[in-house]
């Protein structure tokens, strides 16, 4: 792959090392910053055209005025809240994230809490940490033979199935969409048809005002006499004084819950939930994606993104542009990238434009949501800065942004011999282009 720019990329909050080896491998310049964003110098600041960060660093629209450079954030989190998604879009800063890095960390622990409270691990372990011998069968369960019910067949909740059939469970789920099955799953057409028929009920659903206590008491008492559930989910999900009464009168067996609808915002800070003390009960603190495992994956999923973003313009899952997915630019061609306003007339203006320099474009995409539209256009040779000098009078354009191969130098429009196209301003910027 030839190299890109200089293109400065800055990492913050020590994300894991695999980023910036993607980063480097691409091309791309990386500054580390130990600590959140907050408090960096003006020149750590300087230039950064990619910002890495996870949770702890905040960023609202002074902080992207702060940065005139910036194209993209990447959240090496699964959240984007801390950042001001609506503001990036309307400086045309492309946010990523990585949702999905840590399924198979989410999906272990559970299978791992399903075999442990059907053998009543945690009590037993606690009882040998008090100095207490108990060695007995009682309430003891091998889980092969038994039925997991799972609540929402998404990416964990497929990956639960498997790893369930795999332990010789049966398994039956509920989705609000309809779900391809895996291996031997069955959907039911109803939450009470799986609450009805599961030994343990693990709920992989999101925090939505339908989901707000999914669980609740009158949905318990329709659950098997000695039943299980695992929330790893959300806190919002289960009703916690609901499964704390269940399980005092037996009518439960055991829960497990990574997820409350209260959690400390700092570590060693105090947490009370009713589920404490109670037997069989496994409470973790919101550590089901938390694996370095997770944390590779992350970094690799969000720096691949970026980089394919700064290579391509692609913006394939980003979380606040409209989505784009691009093939790579074509050699000898210019690739222009136009972030506007979504208003009638900007596409006629932009292809006026180039039909006045009398540019010949190959292909056109374009992609709109309510208050943006990103336009591509790969076009035969044209000076960069010409182009871009005419899109950024367009009164709605937010960034033009060119792709060309580094090193041609000169090109022409029209007969006339321009410049090199290699000039940067705020609002543009050029990158040598990098095939597969
Ligand atoms: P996903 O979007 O892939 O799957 C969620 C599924 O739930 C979808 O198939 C959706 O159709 C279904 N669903 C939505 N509402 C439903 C309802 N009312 N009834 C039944 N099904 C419903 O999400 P995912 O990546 O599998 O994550 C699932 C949950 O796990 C999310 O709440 C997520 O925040 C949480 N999570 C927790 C941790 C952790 O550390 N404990 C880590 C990652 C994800």
């Excluded at 990386?30 to 950064?48: F, H, K, Q, Y």
């Excluded at 998604?85 to 559970?110: D, G, H, I, K, Y």
């Excluded at 990574?258 to 400390?264: K, L, Q, S």
């Amino acid at each position: 792959m030839e190299a890109l720019t200089d293109m400065k990329v800055l990492l913050c909050e020590r994300i894991h090392p695999a980023a910036e080896a993607a980063f480097h491998q691409a091309g791309l310049r990386v500054e580390r910053r130990d600590g959140a964003l907050e408090g960096a110098s003006p020149s750590e600041l300087a230039g950064t055209a990619i910002l890495g960060i996870r949770s702890k660093t905040e960023i609202d629209a002074a902080t992207i005025e702060r940065l005139p450079d910036l194209l993209a954030i990447g959240c090496f989190c699964i959240g984007t809240n801390q950042v001001d998604l609506r503001a990036a879009m309307r400086r045309a800063v492309t946010v990523f994230n990585a949702p999905f890095s840590n399924t198979r960390s989410v999906a272990e622990l559970t299978l791992a809490e399903v075999v442990a409270l059907n053998r009543r691990l945690v009590d037993k372990s606690m009882l040998m940490h008090g100095g207490r011998w108990d060695k007995s069968s009682a309430g003891a369960h091998e889980v092969r033979g038994r039925t997991l019910g799972i609540i929402g067949y998404g990416h964990i909740g497929s990956q639960v199935s498997v790893l369930a059939e795999a332990f010789g469970m049966r398994v039956v789920y509920f989705d609000i969409v309809q779900r391809l099955p895996l291996g031997n799953a069955q959907p039911r057409s109803s939450l009470s048809d799986v609450l009805r028929e599961a030994d343990c009920v693990s709920l992989h659903v999101p925090a939505t005002p339908a989901t707000h206590n999914l669980i609740g008491a009158a949905e318990i008492a329709t659950m098997k006499p000695g039943a299980m559930i695992i929330n790893n989910a959300r806190g919002s999900v289960v009703d916690l004084h609901a499964a704390a009464a269940a399980l005092q009168t037996g009518h439960l067996g055991g829960i497990a819950a990574d997820v409350f609808p209260e959690e400390p915002a700092l570590n060693d800070a105090p947490f009370a939930c009713p589920l404490a003390g109670l037997p069989n009960v496994i409470l973790t603190p919101h550590v089901g994606g938390s694996t370095e495992e997770a944390q590779r994956n992350i970094a690799v999923e969000v720096s691949e993104k970026l980089a394919r973003f700064v290579r391509t313009g692609t913006t394939t899952s980003a979380v606040n542009v409209p989505e784009v997915d691009l093939p790579s630019p074509l050699a000898d061609q210019l690739r222009i990238l136009h972030f506007h306003r979504n208003v009638p007339g900007v596409l006629s203006r932009i292809n006026g434009i180039m039909a006045d320099l009398g540019v010949n474009i190959n292909a056109e995409y374009l992609r709109s949501n309510a208050e943006v539209s990103y336009v591509i256009l790969d076009v035969d040779p044209v000076p960069a800065d010409v182009v871009e000098t005419r899109l950024s009078a367009i009164p709605e354009t937010i960034r033009v942004r060119t792709i060309h191969e580094q090193g041609e130098g000169t090109r022409r429009v029209d007969g006339q011999h321009a410049g090199t196209g290699m000039s940067k301003g705020p609002q543009k910027l050029h990158l040598g282009a990098c095939g597969p």
